[in-house]
């Protein structure tokens, strides 16, 4: 019997819809081929809902998401909406509210893809980011006294609780286990965040005891900078906090091939998960056909492997880097294909797989 899935589908603001639409033409032409179908339901939170009726996350959306074995996200952000607004409204929301306490962030460089990093192959960079999605600098702890004035002071406290950090360390063990990856390296700051990111690492070497197996590793985040661009092949897994997380994993995007192709998960392992593409709203691009809708597509595949599918999502990322291949950019506007075609390629090579 066909297993059905019921996604929502949270196409959000800018080119949001347009690389959600590709993402979904590849699931509903495919699901038959692996024997699962997709009920999806539409969602409408966004910057042009807020502006015009100043809803952010409602008790509806809630109990949608709630309802849905996953929500497929394309992008927030609008130029009308001071920064800030949107992205702490839903998507940090979201993140929260759902529990969804990782962010796996793949950076796999697919062969024909250009990197701007020299000599260096597919082979080289192929390593994932857990990061930890609930706390840190993200947590919300801080404030201001005499707001406004010159006295004024500010903090935003970086919150580290063992229970967060535990289980986003044992997530990533776990992760390199049933993925055959073999090494975790730990990308924290102890000489400096000497509480915070002591508590890391007496996890991280604790977590560690249960996995002799797996090869462990320590970089400060500066270095893991370094080395991300001059020695990839050094990282297979990478576990980090919220803040150097969310900073790697832009570095990461940019050395696979750019934001065209990054896709991430916000994952509750128990509850419900949200994926996207890594990059923004790119309102530039807005309804010109011309965005590059494969980091969505590969949020699709990272769901679908989510939802138990293995030989699906690797069929999708198979059919990602067949048509990588055929584009002379991932960029906007260079692709030498519109958005639309591909999505067609992407399906055309799913249904290749099949034949
Ligand atoms: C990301 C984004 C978000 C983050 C922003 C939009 C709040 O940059 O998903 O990495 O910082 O987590
Ligand atoms: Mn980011």
Known sequence: ?????????????GTGPEVVDEAVKVLSKTSSYYDTQFNFSQNDLGGDRYLNTGDLVTDNDIKQ????????LGAIGHPDVKPGILEQGILLKLRKEFDQYINLRPVVLYPGVETPLANKEPEDINFIVVRENTEGLYAGAGGYIHYGTENEIATQESINSYHAIHRCIKYAFEYTKNNNRKKITLCAKTNVLTYAHDLWERIFYDVAKDYPEIETD???????????????EWFDVIVTDNMFGDIITDLGAMIQGGMGIAAGGNINPSGTSMFEPIGGSAPKYTGKNIINPLACI????????????????????KAIINTAIKLDSLSAGKMGMSTEEVGDSVVEELSNLNE
């Open 298 to 317: 590969g949020a699709g595949a990272m769901m679908v492997k989510e939802l138990g599918e293995e030989k699906y999502a690797s069929d999708i990322e």
């Open 218 to 232: 320590y970089g400060h985040v500066d270095a893991v900078c370094m080395w991300m661009v001059k020695n990839p």
């Open 1 to 13: 019997m066909s297993k059905t899935f019921n996604i929502s589908l949270l196409p959000g603001d």
């Open 65 to 72: 998401f709630q309802d849905s074995d996953a929500v497929l």
